[in-house]
């Protein structure tokens, strides 16, 4: 395929992202709880090249909106990134997030083990004690959010809080699948919470970010032997329980007293004790979690829809074929008569031919598509190849589908289509609903089926 000049683009972000001196702000650190190579299985086969933590959303590692939102709160020192990853996983991220973010230190921290989301904390809490912090966040990796962390640093200083969660308001029919929370109307102090119900009690629920103070420690003790206490009440031997799932609700211990659960154990002691605040998001923010490898569109979508009204600079220059928003790498080469967007991202040294049209997508480094083609609603993994007059398309998407398998009755639950690295799509093929794992070429169309 012949190249084209590449159309000029701002770089990925622009300006200062240092927080703002203030002589009274309190000292920080950031927690991101990564997971490991165990977890995210739900976002396979995008997971089997490239760490859940570090898939691009938006052009850039998932967990980089997690580090620059947490670089621009007041008084942050440090972030950790706390997991059971290989040491070398995060290497070249920590490497180039410390060139962006040299005012605060970066550093990963392997556990010996899962210790499940409190677990980790715990296990390293001299770590993150070291320098003698006021107060430190913890952030899921697998969120989408706008992170309005300064605000609810502020919520968290006004109520002299132990622990703040932050919650976020949706539909009823949703809630059961997350932490619920219902607060005091008067003073947000949280009076009931409980780890996905099975019958509904609110829908405000939490959001995985939490902020807590250096007081906490001794509630992770106390979360600790209450887990036991628990155990021991409903006659599990410590074999039976080290064996169960770290995430089932009745097995947040093991050999090692240290594995427990932020959510279960944790923020329910704080908040049967009194000491658990919640800080409500505005309806200027946005926030969903990213579970599944569908969900990265829409929350591609979200994020990018947030920047042109937040920081429009992050996006691509407008053209006559762009539908914004759009963000496109500086090394992709887009040919001028494509149709680009609505929500777009395109990665590094894409080729992108005459005519072709992409839409709700997400098109990862090196992919090439050939003219004509058409791809809506889908990730196209990296280093693959759409041939002329293909159409790679998914159904349109849902934030978090209502199914936890990928199949029903022997077909793909209708979604996005995502083709893993390295697949090869013909010329003039359809693949419709389909999940492709790498290395694979297509050479006849398919619909609602996973391709091994």
Not at 241 to 258: G, K
Not at 391 to 404: A, H, I, K, M, N
Request: aromatic letters at 8%; one cysteine or more.
């Amino acid at each position: 395929m012949s190249t084209y000049p590449a159309r000029p683009h701002l770089n990925t972000f622009t300006g200062s992202s240092t927080a703002p001196a203030n002589p009274a702000a309190p000292s920080l650190k950031g927690v991101i709880l990564v997971g490991g190579p165990s977890v995210g299985t739900r976002f396979r086969p995008l997971s089997m090249d490239c760490p859940k933590p570090l898939f691009p959303i938006a052009g850039v590692p998932m967990i980089h909106h997690h580090v620059l939102s947490l670089s621009k709160t007041v008084g942050m020192r440090e972030i950790l990134l706390i997991g059971f990853y290989e040491n070398s996983v995060f290497d070249r991220f920590i490497g180039e997030a410390s060139i962006e973010f040299p005012h605060i230190s970066i550093r990963y921290l392997r556990e010996y083990q899962s210790l499940g989301t409190g677990g980790g904390v715990y296990h390293f809490r001299d770590e993150i004690m070291r320098g003698n912090p006021d107060a430190f966040f913890v952030l899921n990796a697998d969120i989408a959010s706008s992170f309005p962390l300064n605000e609810m640093l502020a919520f968290h200083r006004n109520k002299q809080a132990i622990g703040t969660v932050m919650g976020i308001n949706v539909d009823k029919s949703k809630a059961h699948r997350y932490g619920c929370l219902v607060p005091d109307a008067a003073t947000s102090k949280v009076v009931h919470f409980v780890e996905k119900p099975q019958t509904f009690i609110s829908d405000l629920i939490s959001c995985g970010i939490y902020l807590l103070s250096r007081d906490v420690f001794p509630y992770f003790l106390k979360a600790i032997s209450n887990r036991r206490a628990e155990e021991a009440e409903e006659g599990l031997t410590l074999d039976q329980f080290a064996n169960a799932s770290v995430y089932s609700s009745n097995a947040s211990l093991s050999r090692s007293n240290e594995r427990i659960q932020l959510e279960q154990d944790v923020l329910r002691t704080l908040a049967l004790d009194g000491h658990l605040y919640v800080f409500t998001a505005s309806h200027r923010d946005f926030w969903m979690a990213v579970k599944h490898g569908s969900s990265a569109i829409p929350a591609n979508r979200k994020y990018l829809q947030y920047f042109m009204q937040a920081q429009p600079r992050r996006l691509s220059e407008p053209y006559p074929e762009l539908i914004a928003p759009v963000y496109i790498h500086p090394t992709a080469i887009v040919h001028p008569s494509s149709k680009i967007g609505p929500n777009v991202s395109i990665g590094p040294r894409a080729l992108i031919g005459r005519g072709v049209r992409i839409r709700e997508s997400l098109v990862l480094d090196a992919v090439e598509i050939k003219n004509d083609a058409c791809i809506i609603n889908a990730i196209v993994g990296w280093d693959s190849k759409i041939g002329a007059w293909a159409r790679v398309e998914g159904s349109t998407d849902q934030e978090e589908p209502s199914e936890e398998a990928a199949t029903s009755k022997g077909s793909k639950i209708p979604t996005a289509s995502i083709l893993g690295k390295d697949v090869t799509v013909g010329d003039e093929l359809i693949v419709r609903d389909c999940i492709v794992l790498p290395h694979k070429e297509i050479k006849r169309s398919f619909q609602q089926e996973i391709l091994m």
